[in-house]
Nanobody, 125 residues
Framework: QLVESGGGSVQAGGSLRLSCVAS????????LGWFRQSPGKDREFVAA?????????YSDSVAGRFTISRRDNAKNTVYLQMNILKPEDTALYFC???????????????????WGQGTQVTVSS
């Protein structure tokens, strides 16, 4: 089970941090990540981190502004620090888990094994 928190409303240029707690199973050998979806659009990849290697990957639209990180110590939590937010970042953000290593397939939503319920991020201009 993946449970997100930390969404909210912020003005452009501001920051938010999303959290996702993975419970019920070990996160070893999983890639945990974030996708987002705006009304009328497909769900798109934002960022992902390999739980074993700690390697991360970002979409071009957020690289340099967002940072994904993980917290072990039995907390099994993944974070998404979002800085310099833009109105186009407004979306419902979903936590994701995919079994296997971080690779070129990690950014495709059809490969995801588990989803969270989503948390809304709204950025006003």
């Amino acid at each position: 089970q993946l449970v997100e928190s930390g969404g909210g409303s912020v003005q452009a240029g501001g920051s938010l941090r999303l959290s996702c707690v993975a419970s019920g199973r070990a996160t070893d050998n999983y890639v945990l990540g974030w996708f987002r979806q705006s009304p009328g659009k497909d769900r798109e990849f934002v960022a992902a981190v390999d739980w074993n290697s700690d390697m991360a990957e970002y979409s071009d639209s957020v690289a340099g502004r967002f940072t994904i990180s993980r917290r072990d110590n039995a907390k099994n939590t993944v974070y998404l620090q979002m800085n310099i937010l833009k109105p186009e970042d407004t979306a419902l953000y979903f936590c994701s888990a995919r079994y296997g290593p971080l690779n070129k397939y990690s950014k495709y939503s059809y490969n995801i094994n588990f989803w969270g319920q989503g948390t809304q991020v709204t950025v006003s201009s």
